[in-house]
Nanobody
Framework: QVQLVESGGGSVQAGGSLRLSCAAS????????MGWSRQAPGKERELVAS???????IYGDSVKGRFTISTDNTMTTVYLQMNSLKREDTAVYYC?????????WGKGTQVTGST
């Protein structure tokens, strides 16, 4: 059974940092693109960052220069280092793994940036 389990969420003051982790199991993820998306209340889910099996990473415009995505060599653990957090970063953050036609999602972890 494929599972993506996020951890590391919480509440942090504006300007602070958090590191999210995603543990992937039940499948071989070496060929997958791993990523993080987020959904704030009343808004659609948006891409935060992703990294391909070749190591190419992309970021949403709102997090460029502040967030960094990384993985271990087996692509079974994905991290999202979030620095200089803002109130508008408040959202549920979801980990996902994608390799057409398969796509898997975690259940999410809450991140709250407070002023």
């Amino acid at each position: 059974q494929v599972q993506l389990v996020e951890s590391g969420g919480g509440s942090v003051q504006a300007g602070g940092s958090l590191r999210l982790s995603c543990a992937a199991s039940g499948h071989t993820f070496r060929t997958y693109t791993m990523g993080w998306s987020r959904q704030a209340p009343g808004k659609e889910r948006e891409l935060v960052a992703s990294v391909s099996r070749g190591g190419n990473s992309i970021y949403g415009d709102s997090v460029k220069g502040r967030f960094t995505i990384s993985t271990d060599n087996t692509m079974t653990t994905v991290y999202l280092q979030m620095n200089s957090l803002k109130r508008e970063d408040t959202a549920v953050y979801y980990c996902n793994a994608y390799a057409y036609p398969r796509e898997y999602w975690g259940k999410g972890t809450q991140v709250t940036g407070s002023t």
